[in-house]
């Protein structure tokens, strides 16, 4: 089998999402957004994709990289075509992301499953076919009724509750919301989920990105406190020394890193210099599923779990080939959104949970995406 062509379909679809100033996502009105489809066929017919945003799939990396690489490979050869991206990355002027060979290596996988007729967590070998999830909630807001203060927090927990999550992740308030950040506001949200939820009802809490030591410490003893079951990205990543210094200071397990760039090499690191507890990866932060399998191996090595970052069929794919991560993330989720309903562009979600808060593996040969081409090819731009 030889690769014989690259194809990215730009196409528009319909979003209830906006993007706030420092990037996070809150709900809006409905509207129309660009995504892109990225397409690796075969000689053979054989055809394997993932969804990416169009900048993440622009011209200048497909042509000048991408295709560089894969064109006349063998696509099978998933680890050397991997390999060979990111030995392009230095000299590519910081052009070529890990977001990109994410997006690629996906659509390898979807291809070999697609052409092998599996799905792609059975060729990797399964753990499970079904994996409870977290709810984990968008970032704070200043909208009546959403996210804005303690008691909406403490309400939007009850409703998850009923719908069957076993967990909850709080994101709390970060800039540009006026008040943001604020530990005690954090505090505040924390406690009140805490009463509402019960005490022995696993919650954790992903907090403001940039606080200071001082305050990341402040922050993580009142959690430990409420019994929380782990803190993650108080600080910035950057500053590795930071976290091992918070994580010997707390006995809340602190998970991380995720935003840190790096890949594996970084993660190993982390381990070795004691900045976390529990391990993390996600298909989009470190360029795929075969390098988030060498975390989560090495996280086993060393006796952690590594728990899943973000939501989609990728990252669905490794929380059921893995024995050391407890949950799958699902959202991000918002009082004024139903996470439950179909995008144009998709037949089905990725992740449909029941209402025991598990959710379940596709059976669809490759990676479980239930892709509209019919919607896709109709609304081209
Ligand atoms: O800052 C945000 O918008 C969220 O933290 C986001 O990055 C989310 O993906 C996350 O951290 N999940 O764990
Ligand atoms: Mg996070």
Redesign the pocket.
Known sequence: MKIVDIKVRNFLTTSRQVKDS????HPGERHKVRQSLLSIVADDGSEGHCFAPPEVVRPHLINGFVRTVLIGEDPLARERLWQGLAHWQRGSTDQLTDRTLAAVELALWDLAGRRFGMPVYQMIGSYRDRVLAYG?T??GDEMAGGLATPEDYARYAEWLVARGYKAI?L?TW?KPVSFAPDPRMDVKACAAVREAVGADFPLML?AY?GYSRTDALWLGREIEKLGYAWY??PMDEFSMSSYAWLAANLDIPVIGP??AHGKFHVRAEWVKAGACDILRTGVYDVGGIGPSLKIIHLAESFGMNCEV??GGAGNLTLCAVQKNGRWY?R??LHPFLDYDQVPDHLNSIPDPMDEDGYVHLSTAPGLGEDINFDYINANLV
């Open positions: 420092d990037g996070h996502s984990s968008m970032c992740k994101h970060m992903d990105h993650e990205e995720e935003s970052h973000g993330e959202g991000l």
